[in-house]
């Protein structure tokens, strides 16, 4: 039936030419643009179109005008006029450019030209989020939990927006290198090795107990904070670790492992695309940080401070104004995390040219790299590599403080899943009761995880955010179950069709809900390219939340199946595009659809 019609290879290769991997905005700025450049003659001069502020407004609005007049003289209403008069729009993609306000000018596209470019995807379903210019080499660092103790809530918003970024560059044709810079070389590792010898490593008692990594955590730290002994077994066996020793080593690989088995099933339960062969291990690097140290202090950027060895750049100062070192050597000859990142940062701009490395890591971490960008910018470390600390808040609880359990411990992540699907089950219980019960867990699974991630990247990354569970699992607003359920709801409407009718070619716009349909669906390569930039995963979250609304109007004031056949087919054009859209887009968070829910 017509679905075929969307993957039909023939219908993809008569496709041949892709006449708009522009996408709206940015045609619209490269058209503005050049005639506010021919009006002022500054090259330089930005129109800064933004889609319109409000529907009367138009479609989009060029904003640019008023600074251009400032910098050429001219008053800007008479510039916007000026503007307006030398657009050349050989496309036909703009119905009316007018001027409002101090020089503002609203701009309506052509009605034919956004059915064009509708039906193009229709025909090119992977067109609706065309590929970048220009593909680009891009580390993700995410995820990167120190493997001492389990993955717990803490390691959720590095794990899943750093998934998100890496599907949406990857999806704009980038490569993609994630890396998971796991800690694993700690002082930590010493206790954990001493307490695994102390109950034998071949023996089956360790095996059980390192099924939960928390309680042998806790259970090696107790041992070290009461037994003096225990304590100075436990730091010698770091040094033995450090320098190599087979025993030790073993140990520490049996443990290692062990807690990466942990990671990947987390990873496998989110969805989440990190795998063992995207380890960056800070244990990789122990043999490059005497380097490290070494091309520092012969670039003259090392000094001697109270025995560690530091980098003091002028930017970092301390609440005095006295100088603020970063530490690459302590005094016992121990390196530290920065030293660590400094050789991650040359492998990631010398062994694998990258052009971006993004490091999706706690805000509170915003300082460290600060530091070693810096100092790898002094070291010239980066020269051709942008370095891009995606920062991010706390999940806290409904007090007000980090989010933890009622006894004080950090929530599993888990823990944390089971109780997401197992709260999704009992919502999909009550609202579909008459489903079998393995039907009403698979949705469940779906429902649950989806939750929680969607929960989370739709926040601000840079904010703090408060857990909650009841707003999380919620039919109504931007939330999860909101926009799976406006999923199916689209999907059933296609099921519903009679055998003869297909989606045709998008040929009217008769009402406005269509139209802002189509222009909504016709925007998401922006906003993808904007996430893709500035990498804030709610741009997207929020756009797709306003994409259901947008279909939700349409299939409220449009009938589909009951219009007669010529405008029955162009709504179901419209509908299909609408669930591509909203499929693709929740894909790109890393969140699979239901049939039905
Ligand atoms: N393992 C670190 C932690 O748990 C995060 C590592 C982030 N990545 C990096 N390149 N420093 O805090």
């Not at 099924?211 to 003096?228: G, I, N, R, T, V």
């Not at 009550?430 to 429902?447: H, M």
Request: charge should be negative; aromatic fraction near 6%.
């Amino acid at each position: 039936m017509f679905r075929e019609n969307l993957y039909n290879p023939r219908s993809a290769k008569t496709a041949r030419v892709r006449p708009f991997m522009e996408n709206l905005k940015d045609q619209l700025s490269r058209l503005v643009g050049a005639a506010l450049r021919d009006a002022t003659g500054i090259a330089d001069s930005d129109p800064n179109v933004i889609t319109a502020s409000r529907p009367e407004f138009g479609d989009y609005q060029a904003n640019g005008v008023m600074a251009a007049a400032g910098r050429s003289g001219r008053g800007p209403r008479e510039l916007a006029e000026a503007v307006v008069g030398s657009l050349r729009d050989d496309a036909g993609l703009i119905a009316s450019a007018e001027v409002a306000g101090p020089g503002f000018i609203n701009l309506r596209l052509n009605d034919q030209a956004l059915m064009e470019r509708g039906n193009g995807i229709l025909g090119d379903p992977r067109m609706l989020i065309p590929p970048a210019g220009k593909p680009r080499k891009i580390v993700v660092d995410h995820s990167s939990p120190n493997l001492a103790k389990e993955m717990h809530v803490g390691h959720l918003r590095g794990t899943v927006i750093g998934d998100c970024l890496s599907l949406v560059l990857e999806r704009l044709g980038h490569e993609v290198i994630r890396q998971n810079h796991v800690g694993d070389w700690g002082t930590q590792f010493g206790m954990l090795i001493a307490h695994m010898r102390e109950i034998g490593e071949d023996s089956d008692l360790l095996r059980t107990e390192l099924e939960d990594l928390e309680s042998f955590y806790q259970a090696a730290k107790k041992k070290f904070d009461a037994d003096p002994a225990f304590a100075d077994r436990a730091r010698l066996s770091v040094v033995k670790l450090q320098g190599g020793h087979p025993d030790y080593l073993a140990a520490w690989r049996i443990f290692i492992d062990e807690s990466l088995r942990h990671c990947q099933d987390i990873y496998a339960r989110l969805g989440v695309g990190l795998k063992l062969a995207d380890l960056d291990a800070e244990s990789r690097y122990n043999d490059d940080l005497e380097g490290i140290v070494r091309q520092l202090e012969e670039q003259g950027l090392l000094r001697e401070s109270q025995g560690a060895r530091c980098v003091f750049l002028p930017r970092f100062k301390g609440k005095e104004g006295e100088p603020l070192p970063v530490i690459v050597q302590k005094s016992d000859g121990g390196y530290l995390y920065s030293t660590t990142d400094l050789a991650a940062v040359k492998l990631r701009s010398h062994d694998l040219a990258a052009d971006r490395s993004l490091y999706v890591v706690d805000a509170r971490q915003s300082l460290h790299f600060q530091q070693v960008f810096a100092v790898a910018r002094a070291a010239g470390m980066a020269a051709n590599m942008s370095l891009e600390h995606i920062a991010y808040g706390t999940i806290m609880g409904s007090d007000g403080r980090p989010y933890r359990t009622r006894s004080g411990d950090a929530v599993k992540l888990a823990d944390l899943l089971d109780e997401a699907v197992s709260r999704a089950f009992e919502l999909v219980s009550v609202k579909n009761p008459e489903l079998d019960e393995s039907e009403r867990r698979r949705i469940a699974d779906t429902v649950g995880i989806a939750a929680v991630k969607y929960a989370d990247l739709s926040k601000n990354r840079m904010s703090d955010y408060v857990f909650d569970w009841s707003t999380m699992l919620s039919f109504e607003g931007n939330t999860a179950p909101y926009l799976l359920y406006a999923c199916t709801r689209i999907k059933s409407v296609l099921r519903k069709l009679p055998n003869e009718s297909g989606a045709g070619k998008i040929k009217t716009l008769v009402l406005a809900e269509e139209r802002a349909l189509l222009l909504k669906i016709l925007q998401l390569p922006e906003v993808v390219a904007l996430v893709a930039r500035e990498c804030y995963p709610n741009l997207l979250c929020n756009y797709l939340y306003e994409l259901s609304g947008a279909f939700m109007r349409f299939y409220e004031s449009c009938p589909i199946l009951k219009a007669e056949a010529e405008t029955r087919d162009s709504r179901l054009g419209l509908t299909l595009l609408a669930e591509q859209a909203l499929e693709q887009g929740l894909g790109l968070l890393g969140i699979r659809t239901l049939e039905r829910m």
